[in-house]
């Protein structure tokens, strides 16, 4: 499985002109929805392709399902398969920097059943410090047939993190930053708070001081609480920030990683669902 690649192997890539590969740029602002677009239309890697958070990579949201449920498989595919992107195609998706956007892309093309998609470390920031140029050029990629083979067993719903409350078979992570899991702040939803038994696993502490992600070692230090005999389940608010951690957690060797798309805004459409503000993470 492939997951990280630094920027001297990116260009290394782009200079052998292999026909089978796609570059998406995956940038995107949670207060500014159009901020990724419009970034990507002022300059971008050269070929690159853009996926919007919103537009692409999350179905509309309903009543339940949480703010960024999965898109529909079919209307997925399709677009990949616009994009120039099959089962064969080699894929490469950066973020501005080491941000959730391209692990959520990641993720995303991973669930389809794709085997060769990389997170460019550094993103976007790196490729211009690095002095390599970038266009505005919007690319017109051969259209391709993009088969989806989804790895269900990726996911859970809301009945499987109700049933775990009273199980406890798997591990309930919460990758969002200490104040909103402790529900001290909240900016997003109308309640603060976690769901109950989770554990907080802060998604950007899979970084290092410099802000780059941290190798195998250390991500195994990270997560060394954590029983890689056990489903770990990860989740966030909306399935977005949670991303990171799952690439992170199977990087450190957990095998038995899954999904919450909807998280804690799923948990919370339900009001019967109870909400948790203590530390629960090292119960």
């Not at 853009?50 to 595919?77: I, K, Q, R």
């Not at 894929?91 to 990641?106: C, E, K, L, S, T």
Request: glycine letters at 8%; hydrophobic letters at 35%.
């Amino acid at each position: 499985m492939s997951y990280l690649i630094s920027i001297e192997e990116c260009v290394e890539k782009l200079l052998s002109g292999n026909p089978e590969m796609v570059i998406v740029d995956a940038r995107f602002q949670l207060n500014n929805p159009e901020a990724g677009r419009e970034a990507y239309n002022e300059s971008h890697l050269p070929g690159a392709v853009y996926f919007d958070l919103e537009e692409d990579l999350s179905n509309t949201p309903g009543e339940h399902g949480g703010n960024h449920p999965l898109p529909d498989v079919d209307v997925f595919a399709e677009k990949l398969g616009r994009a120039g992107i099959d089962q064969d195609t080699t894929v490469i998706v950066y973020d501005n920097g080491n941000d959730m956007f391209a692990p959520r892309f990641w993720w995303n093309l991973y669930y389809m059943g794709h085997n060769h998609v990389y997170i460019l470390e550094g993103g976007f920031e790196a490729w211009i410090k690095a002095g390599h140029s970038v266009t505005n050029e919007v690319p017109h990629k051969k259209a391709k047939t993009f088969i989806p083979s989804p790895r269900s067993g990726e996911i859970v719903d809301i009945d499987r993190i109700r049933e775990n409350i009273h199980s406890k078979t798997a591990t309930l992570i919460d990758s969002r930053g200490y104040d909103r899991y402790l529900g001290k702040t909240e900016p997003l939803y109308k309640k603060a708070g976690h769901i109950p038994g989770a554990k907080n696993y802060f998604w950007m502490n899979i970084l290092d001081e410099n802000g780059n992600w941290k190798r195998k070692e250390e991500l195994e230090k990270h997560f060394a609480k954590l029983d890689k005999t056990k489903e770990i389940i990860v989740s966030c608010g909306s399935g977005v920030s949670a991303t990171p951690n799952v690439i992170a957690l199977k990087i450190a060797g957990f095998s038995n990683v899954k999904l919450y798309p909807g998280s804690f805004s799923d948990w919370i459409s339900y009001e019967e669902n109870e909400v948790e503000t203590k530390d629960e993470t090292n119960d």
